[in-house]
């Protein structure tokens, strides 16, 4: 596992946006206007999994939650029509700073898990979502486990060290 992705995904091309080549974009980030109002050139990822064009970014505005993008090389609603679907990234090395005390689940990706007397629990493998609060996935060969991310039971998270510190409750990892 890779200590970060190739590309991150800022957002999806949703349909064109009138006739001079504009497509409207939904953000898939928490500071849109501070990612796309920025945005200087991207990359729009095809439906094959090697298929990256490089794009200038010549014009962005908002229209309440979606972004309105004008692209280098997309002149037309029929331009445009044709990135519908497809998802907007950047690279890896451009994407915005987590606030801090935050991090993005990519850069935990692999990272040791452990509990308070250093004992490896497994590899922090991601994020789901769950009902009161998020679910980070452990792994351990075949085995993975739901793991509460909250205070009591995350003690400690080291991005640069990629380590990730639990006190689990009693049989949590015997399941």
């Keep these: 596992m890779t200590d970060h992705p190739?590309?991150?995904?800022?957002?999806?091309?949703?349909?064109?946006?009138g006739v001079a080549g504009e497509v409207r974009v939904r953000p898939l980030t928490d500071r849109p206007r501070e990612r796309f109002g920025a945005l200087e050139k991207c990359i729009v990822?095809?439906?094959?999994?090697?298929?990256r064009v490089r794009r200038e970014v010549i014009g962005c505005r908002f229209?309440?939650?979606f972004v309105?993008?004008?692209?280098?090389?997309?002149?037309s609603m029929e331009d445009a029509a044709g990135?519908?679907?497809r998802i907007l990234a950047v690279?890896?090395?451009?994407?915005l700073p987590a606030p801090p005390g935050h991090f993005y689940p990519w850069q935990l990706a692999g990272a040791r898990v452990e509990t308070r007397d250093g004992r490896v629990l497994g590899r922090f493998i991601g994020v789901e979502p769950g009902v009161a609060?998020?679910?980070?996935?452990?792994g351990e060969g075949e085995r993975e486990w739901l793991v509460p991310a909250v205070p009591e039971i995350v003690v400690e998270v080291d991005v640069a060290g990629r380590?990730?510190?639990l006190d689990p409750p009693e049989g949590l990892f015997d399941l």
């Design 63 to 65: 229209d309440r939650d």
């Design 91 to 95: 690279e890896a090395a451009e994407v």
């Design 6 to 17: 190739e590309h991150v995904a800022i957002g999806m091309i949703l349909r064109p946006h």
């Design 83 to 85: 990135l519908v679907g």
């Design 68 to 75: 309105l993008l004008r692209l280098a090389g997309v002149d």
């Design 163 to 165: 380590r990730v510190v």
């Design 45 to 51: 990822l095809g439906p094959g999994s090697e298929e």
């Design 133 to 138: 609060q998020e679910l980070w996935v452990v």
